[in-house]
């Protein structure tokens, strides 16, 4: 059974400590970064001299008090009961016992004392008489980081969180608080008007920022861009802060500022136009290197699924314009000094804006001499719009190159173990979008029993989609289903279920985009639910195939050559477009 992890907040409490030793100056320091007030009791005949550099230091700066008393039951029930704050009664907050093994049975005494004060105590080397265990940590500014292996071992915990710290950016504090001073800005100057909201979204979102809040469907819910509502409107801010945290790599946080989300907000209101560069631009463009693009698929997640000529073509950009889906372990493969990236602002309510932007971008750095790379998630040609981008440079003079990419609609069943085509169960496989144009319902197709389908962009509408499936087009409401979130990622999730339950396993297991849904008999050709105690839905963790470590030493190989000789040709100039984000 797992325990409850909690930050406490412990300014101005009085926290006892009982016994002398090095633990206990540890646990000394440590309540005092915690704001609050330690209180040392130490046995009657105790030599200072004894203590700990750092024990006396405190003494010294009035920072610990010190009671001299007998290490007795009788008397530590006493000071359990007079040593604390007024306002609780004088009853102390939380104990703390380093006492030797030797004393087995004085812990055992004060354990239940404490229990019976309801006194959250924790007793070194004592798992079974502990309340609460602390837990080995990493803090910077605001942000903290706990492990624990639950009393089993505290250096296997120390080693985890080193190992934890190492894989964060160095900038973690800076980003913690850049957030939390956005999202704070954001609800002040939106106060006046999300306090009239009283309407079940605004009830859902209750507490949705907490940090053990689950991201739930509704990060992604249909907000129809042309026919917003006035709520909608009034959330715009604070779910597109939410989609930034939730895609953009995690060291770019840093930079992101109110100017950025209130620019995005007030730019996707503006004219539907792509901004054609001006004259000036074009007239300067024309003594300048003639630029190129290159549409290209990222694969569904996995740096082990990207092609060579993706990774060729990324280590070879001026600039790379990506989805906001392409996660970090890909964009991480971008050459951080040479090359500028910028990631489509494609939140709820701005996607014919984002998209419009982003080809405006490379417009601009095509005319400019530059190599530019439309970097997208899975393949071009996959509900990835890639026609119309194609189209789009073409007609400017600029024919883009495709590069092809594995697509999750056929990775992730291989991932997941579900084959697509089986002999006498499958021989056929569709892929659909759950989303149309403008966020319309798009043209859904019959049920038919031989074959496997893939619904991509859909899990944010379930709730809407299933009900016309088995109602309007014959679908089989026990139909096996499977939702696979995070496709050959590390925190690859498998929800294995049937249609009539999708909707319900989405709601309990919250979201964790980018996600799709299989439907078909072929769910069921490997796994095999338990006949005898079927459960509505069963939940898998992780990717087997997800590490990418055999592939350093190749991507180091890659990484090591020069520009000029992946390309054969000199630099180029790379003047960045503007509001670029630098990796």
Not at 148 to 153: A, C, Y
Not at 170 to 195: H, P
Not at 293 to 300: A, E, K
Not at 303 to 324: E, F, M, P, R
């Amino acid at each position: 059974m797992t325990n409850l992890l909690a930050s406490l907040k412990c300014t101005g409490e009085n926290h006892l400590i009982i016994g002398v030793s090095t633990v206990a100056s540890v646990r000394i320091n440590t309540i005092l970064e915690a704001g609050a007030n330690p209180i040392l009791l130490a046995e009657e005949d105790a030599d200072e001299k004894h203590f700990t550099t750092s024990v006396k230091s405190n003494i010294a700066e009035n920072k610990l008090k010190v009671l001299y008393k007998p290490l007795s039951i009788d008397s530590i029930k006493t000071v359990l009961t007079s040593a604390g704050r007024p306002e609780v009664d004088h009853i102390i907050d939380r104990v703390f016992v380093t006492l030797p093994i030797s004393q087995a049975q004085l812990k055992a005494q004060i354990f239940q004392e404490c229990k019976k004060l309801r006194i959250p105590i924790n007793i070194s080397d004592s798992p079974e008489f502990c309340t609460f265990t602390l837990l080995s940590t990493y803090t910077s500014g605001d942000f903290q980081m706990g492990v624990t292996t639950s009393g089993k071992g505290c250096k296997l915990a120390s080693r985890i969180k080193r190992e934890l710290t190492n894989a964060l950016p160095s900038n973690i504090g800076d980003i913690c608080n850049k957030i939390g001073e956005l999202r704070t800005k954001i609800q002040e100057e939106d106060k006046l008007e999300l306090q009239n909201i009283r309407n079940r979204d605004h009830l859902d979102s209750i507490g949705e920022h907490d940090d053990d809040a689950v991201t739930t469907s509704k990060l992604n819910a249909l907000v129809e861009e042309f026919n917003m509502t006035q709520e909608q409107k009034k959330l715009q801010r604070t779910r597109w802060l939410s989609q930034i945290v939730e895609y953009f790599p995690l060291n770019t946080l840093g930079d992101v500022s109110l100017d950025d989300l209130t620019a995005a907000y007030h730019d996707h209101k503006a004219s539907s136009e792509i901004e054609e560069p001006n004259a000036k631009r074009q007239k300067i463009s024309e003594h300048a290197p003639k630029g190129s693009i290159s549409l290209v698929g990222s694969g569904p997640g996995s740096v082990s699924l990207l092609t060579i000529g993706a990774l060729h073509a990324i280590h070879s950009a001026d600039l790379v314009l990506a989805d906001k889906l392409v996660p970090q372990q890909v964009l991480d493969l971008i050459p951080q000094k040479r090359t500028k990236l910028f990631i489509a602002r494609k939140f709820p309510g701005n996607a014919e804006k984002a998209q419009q932007e982003l080809l405006s971008l490379g417009l601009e750095a095509l005319l400019r001499g530059e190599r530019v790379v439309r970097l997208k998630q899975g393949d071009p040609y996959i509900f990835g719009r890639g026609g119309e981008e194609f189209n789009f440079f073409a007609e400017r003079g600029f024919t883009p190159v495709v590069l092809p990419g594995i697509t999750s609609a056929l990775a992730a069943p291989v991932l997941t173990n579900i084959p697509a085509t089986h002999r006498d169960v499958a021989d056929q496989v569709l892929i659909c979008t759950g989303t149309g144009r403008r966020g319309a319902v798009p043209n859904l197709p019959e049920f038919v029993k031989s074959r496997t389908t893939v619904f991509l962009m859909a899990l944010h509408r379930v709730v809407e989609l299933i009900p016309k499936l088995v109602e309007e087009k014959g679908w089989d409401s026990n139909l096996p289903a499977a939702i696979i979130e995070r496709a050959s990622c590390p925190d690859q999730r498998i929800v294995r279920t049937t249609l009539v339950n999708v909707a319900k396993a989405v709601e309990a297991c919250g979201s964790r985009p980018p996600g799709l849904l299989v439907t078909g008999y072929a769910c069921e050709v490997i796994f095999k639910q338990n006949s005898e105690k079927p459960e509505p839905w069963v939940v898998e963790e992780g990717c087997e195939s997800a590490n990418g470590s055999s592939l350093e030493p190749f991507l180091k190989l890659v990484t090591s050559y020069k520009k000029e000789d992946l390309i054969g040709e000199s630099s180029i100039s790379q003047t960045p477009p503007p509001e670029l984000i630098s990796t």
